[in-house]
């Protein structure tokens, strides 16, 4: 959820004409990961809750996308994303992890 409250901070440097399109998407994909987590979680099986992990994982990559593009068309620099990043890297570190069958786990 940290990360999440980082991007609702993070898109207030975007431009207004941008809030109903990447601004919205952006904080879609970030509250999309916790969200699909605790939904995964509440299920009855293992495979259901992979199944929204993966989800998550996705919702991660979409973001980790979305951000690189605010720096590729200058509405934020590397400097601004670095923090978010490496939070959003540690997200998906363990969300790799949650998606391992139960077998693998250290």
Known sequence: MDLVVQ?????KKLPKEERYSL??????SAISIPSNIAEGKSR?????YRHFIGIAK??????ET???ICVQIGYLSKEDIKE?????DE???????????LTLRT
Request: charge should be positive; proline fraction near 2%; hydrophobic fraction near 50%.
């Open 7 to 11: 991007i609702y901070s993070i898109v």
């Open 23 to 28: 601004i919205d998407q952006m904080r879609r």
């Open 44 to 48: 009855n099986s293992i495979n259901e």
């Open 58 to 63: 996705g919702s991660a990559a979409e973001l």
């Open 66 to 68: 979305q951000l690189l």
């Open 84 to 88: 978010v990043l490496g939070l959003l």
């Open 91 to 101: 997200v998906s570190k363990m969300l790799a992890k949650l998606n391992l069958p």
